[in-house]
T-cell receptor, first 113, second 113 residues
């Protein structure tokens, strides 16, 4: 069965520090992979997505993610975190027929001044 | 192009009442998905609809819950005889005919007293 694991429930980083949020998935074929961000009380905003091709994808707000097939991972990175990045981040897998997406349980990011 | 719209944004119901949640997809989008987010949890898929058709309702409880996406008008998620455990945020997402990415609305926060 498909599943998405985000092993870190909470992460705190200092403003200006680098960030990496982990995401591992379980899926039999090459998945479609997504990262979304959710601010408190808001909906989900798409940060970036991977379908095929270059395994390093660039997204909005300076985020990037790398697909590693051998590790079944799609980790999200940002070289320098800003206070406005504090939010909850969700990794998602879309299955081939796109009937549904599977979401991880989320990682809450706190940014220290 | 307006984003996915959901209303109401907040809904309070007493146990046993009915809750109706509405979702207007982005212009040109013919696929609608409903998700439920419980406190401190990720999003759980409920149902996937196209115009006048339910494609996948495997995530929706068999009783009390129903969804529709009529030819005209918004998609409706209906919860009959609500119970306290139905309190959650309900998100709608839409995608264009070529599927791929889902775009989320701001959600409806349902509180059952």
């Amino acid at each position: 069965a498909q599943s998405v694991t985000q092993p870190d429930i909470h992460i705190t980083v200092s403003e200006g520090a680098s960030l990496e949020l982990r995401c591992n998935y379980s899926y039999g074929a090459t998945p479609y992979l997504f990262w979304y961000v959710q601010s408190p009380g808001q909906g989900l905003q798409l940060l970036l997505k991977y379908f095929s091709g270059d395994t390093l994808v660039q997204g909005i707000k300076g985020f990037e993610a790398e697909f590693k097939r051998s590790q079944s991972s799609f980790n999200l990175r940002k070289p320098s975190v800003h206070w406005s990045d504090a939010a909850e981040y969700f990794c998602a897998v879309g299955v081939r027929n796109f009937n549904k997406f599977y979401f991880g349980s989320g990682t809450k990011l706190n940014v220290k001044p | 192009n307006a984003g996915v719209m959901q209303n109401p944004r907040h809904l309070v119901r007493r146990r046993g009442q009915e809750a109706r949640l509405r979702c207007s997809p982005m212009k040109g989008h013919s696929h609608v998905y409903w998700y439920r987010q419980l406190p401190e949890e990720g999003l759980k898929f409920m149902v996937y609809l196209q115009k006048e058709n339910i494609i996948d309702e495997s995530g929706m409880p068999k009783e009390r819950f129903s969804a529709e996406f009529p030819k005209e008008g918004p998609s409706i998620l209906r919860i009959q005889q609500v119970v306290r455990g139905d309190s959650a945020a309900y998100f709608c997402a839409s995608s264009p005919p070529e599927l791929e990415t889902q775009y989320f609305g701001p959600g409806t926060r349902l509180l059952v007293l």
